[in-house]
């Protein structure tokens, strides 16, 4: 388990301004963390391996691999991974501290993936994190603070193409059962788009079951019956 970030994370937000210049300026930032953090890494690798094959100069080697191994985490936890660690491995009584991070991830996929999906944004698989951070989600619950953003991600996500780890939504519409919610996807089963009318009659399963759990190839059975 990683120790908790510390720091000011308030300009994280700025990855979804509506002033652009405003969330550039954010997005540089958050790349040039990226950038000094994969930097410090590639240091450390080459490090650890001198440390390895040296015979001499040990412990002038250790101190800078120490350092190295420190500049990395320090630089990595002061972007948005820093935070949505810390959410992955809190215990149930922490996470709504983080919760608001983990919102704003899936808010900057939704409304910019193509900075969001950037090479330069990620040092890890952005799929990935996205895949945890949705599971982590329904297993332990929405905290309340996010639940409207939620419900707005889950109907975005009901009208966009398909996007990687988007079925992994469904399983939060259970925790989702307040009327305003399920009444904007029942407005959707009357979409233009036949898709999205499937998907929106879906949902709507699934939140009349709760007691089963969404999968793929639920999705795949269920679209079978209904065509």
């Known amino acids: 388990m990683s120790a908790a970030p510390r720091g000011d994370y308030s300009w994280l937000f700025d990855l979804v301004a509506v002033d652009p210049v405003v969330r550039h300026h954010a997005l540089a930032r958050h790349q040039a963390l990226l950038a000094a953090a994969s930097e410090a890494l ?11 094959r040296s ?21 990595q936890a002061q972007t948005i991974h820093g935070p949505l660690d810390a959410f992955r491995d809190a215990s149930d009584d922490d ?17 910019h993936p193509d900075e969001w999906g950037a090479p330069e944004s990620w040092m890890w698989s952005r ?17 309340a603070a996010i639940r409207p953003q939620i419900a707005e991600l ?26 305003p919610f399920l ?13 999205v009318r499937l998907r929106a009659q879906f949902v709507l399963h699934v939140a009349a079951h709760p007691e089963q759990t969404p999968t793929r190839t639920s999705w795949r059975r269920w679209l079978d019956a209904a065509t």
């Not at 996470?95 to 409304?111: G, K, T």
């Not at 799929?127 to 905290?143: F, Y």
């Not at 996500?157 to 996007?163: F, G, N, S, V």
């Open 183 to 195: 009444h904007e996807v029942e407005t959707l089963t009357s979409a233009d788009d036949p898709l």
């Open 95 to 111: 996470r709504a501290r983080w919760a608001p991070i983990v919102a704003l991830y899936l808010r900057w996929e939704a409304e």
């Open 154 to 179: 889950i109907l975005a996500a009901l009208r966009r193409p398909y996007r990687c780890k988007d079925w992994l939504y469904a399983s939060l519409v259970r925790q989702l059962h307040d009327s």
């Open 55 to 75: 015979r001499s100069g040990q412990a002038r080697l250790a101190a800078r691999l120490d350092q190295a191994r420190a500049d990395f985490r320090w630089h």
């Open 42 to 52: 590639h240091l450390s690798n080459g490090l650890w391996a001198a440390h390895h």
């Open 127 to 143: 799929w990935g994190t996205k895949e945890m951070l949705l599971r982590r989600l329904g297993r332990g619950g929405l905290p």
